[in-house]
């Protein structure tokens, strides 16, 4: 189908799916808690005639839509949860829930997406299946990784996988697209350090935690700028630092917790292997004793090429040779990381914009994501649509029309 079928389509449709997304902006809902979002999603599958199948991952589901005889099938993913915070937009659809807000674009991925399997159910020409995947949990409840231990890929066997994000402050009509890691991974740690609390004004009688953990940190940070290559990416931040409840008592304990970030595991394991060095030797030095607790959570979200080179292929048919940029890596984290850990696949960037398309009624702060004044643009949707489109036909061509 050419490009200007998705113009009729959406000059058809627009309104009602624009009306979409704006409901489930004004109903976010958290992680694994996306009962009404679900539902929905459901709901306008079926009236599509897809075929739909609940349940993965709690409140996940995908929708079938076939067509011909080839036994290749792809995956589209859209990510359905909110983030706990509370919103500063007044606009008519803003959230009715407090402190719970659709600050990173979900609401806007999954009404994209809806309105791609529309499309596609209505009006494409393809020869296979399109699985569109529509995942609880992202905020860091591993979502994807739920659905996947539900079957994902056994039950949908699919050769490979895509997924876009909205990016704020790229501009509207862009897509950006690259190869190898994008995104970095996500762990915490948490260093809690033992020592012996006594009189503040009698130190020498005890084992300050306090003094320990200062050296510590500082020590910790040595970890990124001389024991990894100057070529290696890494993230070590301490965000929370606790100890004491009164000035005239030294603390018997001192916890610290932060994040580590990494763009490959190589590197993650040489930093946790130093923290538990570093932690053990400065506690001991102090005259106290440590433990670390490192939780790893997503891994980093690592594109594969041929998939990339797919991506910016449809982009260029669909909006232009000049739409296309390199995809700037982030320590952010994703958890479509694991579906791409097990299926070849492409994430990718769709730009947002800078905010201008929110008239009126918005929270007077920047379109950033996680940011209280943040809202999804919808002028994405028929750009969305043409890029899933023309994916789908380089992926699943038929005899018709032939990849361009």
């Excluded at 599958?45 to 839509?65: A, C, P």
């Amino acid at each position: 189908m050419s490009t200007s079928t998705i113009d009729i389509f959406w000059a058809e449709h627009g309104n009602s799916l624009q009306a979409l997304r704006r409901d489930i902006h004004a109903h976010p809902e958290l992680c694994f808690a996306e009962e009404r979002t679900s539902s929905l999603v459901a709901e306008k599958l079926q009236s599509w005639g897809i075929t739909v199948h609940r349940g993965l991952g709690k409140t996940g589901l995908v929708g079938v839509i076939q067509k011909g005889s080839n036994a290749r099938a792809i995956g589209l993913r859209a990510d359905m949860d909110a983030l706990p915070m509370q919103e500063h937009n007044q606009f008519p659809h803003a959230s009715i829930h407090t402190g719970r807000m659709h600050a990173c674009g979900h609401d806007g991925h999954t009404a994209t997406l809806l309105a791609t399997a529309q499309y596609l159910a209505q009006h494409g020409a393809f020869d296979g299946t399109v699985y569109v995947i529509f995942q609880p949990a992202e905020e860091g409840g591993g979502g994807a990784k739920a659905m996947m231990d539900d079957g994902l890929f056994s039950r949908f066997p699919m050769d490979a996988i895509y997924a876009l994000h909205n990016w704020p402050g790229l501009p509207v009509g862009t897509v950006a697209a690259s190869a190898g890691p994008v995104m970095g991974s996500s762990n915490e740690f948490k260093i809690t350090i033992e020592g012996k609390g006594g009189h503040a004004a009698m130190p020498h009688l005890g084992q300050d935690p306090v003094v320990a953990a200062a050296a510590l940190i500082q020590s910790l940070q040595t970890i990124v700028s001389r024991n990894l290559r100057p070529i290696d990416d890494a993230v070590l931040s301490i965000t929370i630092l606790r100890a004491g409840e009164a000035s005239n008592v030294t603390p018997n304990t001192c916890t610290l917790e932060g994040t580590v970030r990494t763009f490959t595991l190589d590197v993650l394991d040489i930093i946790e292997a130093r923290m538990r060095q570093i932690s053990s030797a400065i506690s001991s030095a102090y005259g106290c004793s440590s433990t670390l607790v490192f939780e790893r959570n997503y891994p980093p979200t690592i594109n594969h090429a041929p998939q990339v080179d797919i991506v910016r292929r449809a982009a260029t048919q669909a909006l232009g040779v000049t739409s296309i940029q390199a995809q700037e890596p982030t320590m952010g984290a994703e958890d479509f990381s694991y579906m791409l850990q097990a299926k070849p696949g492409c994430y990718f960037f769709l730009g947002n914009g800078e905010g201008t398309h929110r008239v009126n009624g918005h929270g007077m702060g920047p379109c950033m994501l996680h940011n209280p004044s943040y809202d999804f643009n919808d002028a994405l949707f028929p750009l969305a649509i043409k890029i899933w489109d023309e994916v789908v036909h380089i992926e699943l061509p038929t005899a018709a029309r032939e990849p361009r």
